[in-house]
T-cell receptor, first 116, second 116 residues
Framework: EPEVTQTPSHQVTQMGQEVILRCVPI?????FYWYRQILGQKVEFLVS????????KSEIFDDQFSVERPDGSNFTLKIRSTKLEDSAMYFC??????????????FGNGTRLTVT | AQKVTQAQTEISVVEKEDVTLDCVYE???????LFWYKQPPSGELVFLIR??????QNEISGRYSWNFQKSTSSFNFTITASQVVDSAVYFC?????????????FGEGTQLTVNP
């Protein structure tokens, strides 16, 4: 069964550094998402992306964050200058087109980001 | 705005006991989807079930069953004859149709521990 792939599984970075989290969505999917889960807390929506632009973003997704689909297969989340509070598990997700893209959302296994 | 409440932060049971995880949701939309996800200690999100707002039929899948009641805005999840492998955090989530992009709103999660 096709799956969403995230790399790396764990990334450690120093405060103030830029970090790029990478995701390869399922190949025929058109809707892409990032979610975040701070350790021990709930999963929170960050951003959705469709047709090469952001379709929705949450209040968490400030100017430090950006997303990009640099080629036909990757979907990236960039954090420009990481802060300690950015430490979290980041989940990428994708879904195919249709009347309701959330009918079935496929999540990747997550990238655990640790900011020191 | 959407909201999902999982009032039980932690539940501990002994193997073979039945356990019910509660989920209460809030939305003004008439069309929405409800989900349950399992998050084992390894951290990934495992999809368990999706229901739409027009289908109030209860569902059973093996030892798992779900009780959807619109009258009380609840979507409860029961594990029958629990096993140690059921130990995980369980998240209830809600989505509504948006004009562009869609987001899942998660509850805070219930940590289930099944003891041998």
């Amino acid at each position: 069964e096709p799956e969403v792939t995230q790399t790396p599984s764990h990334q450690v970075t120093q405060m103030g550094q830029e970090v790029i989290l990478r995701c390869v969505p399922i190949s025929n999917h058109l809707y892409f998402y990032w979610y975040r889960q701070i350790l021990g807390q709930k999963v929170e929506f960050l951003v959705s992306f469709y047709n090469n632009e952001i379709s929705e973003k949450s209040e968490i997704f400030d100017d430090q964050f950006s997303v990009e689909r640099p080629d036909g297969s990757n979907f990236t989340l960039k954090i420009r200058s990481t802060k300690l509070e950015d430490s979290a598990m980041y989940f990428c997700a994708s879904s195919d087109s249709g009347a309701d893209p959330l009918i079935f959302l496929h999540f990747g296994n997550g990238t655990r980001l640790t900011v020191t | 705005a959407q909201k999902v409440t999982q009032a039980q932060t932690e539940i501990s049971v002994v193997e073979k006991e039945d356990v019910t995880l509660d989920c209460v949701y809030e939305t003004r939309d008439t069309t929405y989807y409800l989900f349950w996800y399992k998050q084992p200690p390894s951290g990934e999100l495992v999809f368990l079930i999706r229901r739409n707002s027009f289908d109030e039929q209860n569902e059973i899948s093996g030892r798992y069953s779900w009780n959807f009641q619109k009258s009380t805005s609840s979507f409860n999840f029961t594990i029958t004859a629990s096993q140690v492998v059921d130990s995980a955090v369980y998240f209830c989530a809600l989505s509504v149709q948006e004009t562009s992009g869609s987001r899942l709103t998660f509850g805070e999660g219930t940590q289930l521990t099944v003891n041998p």
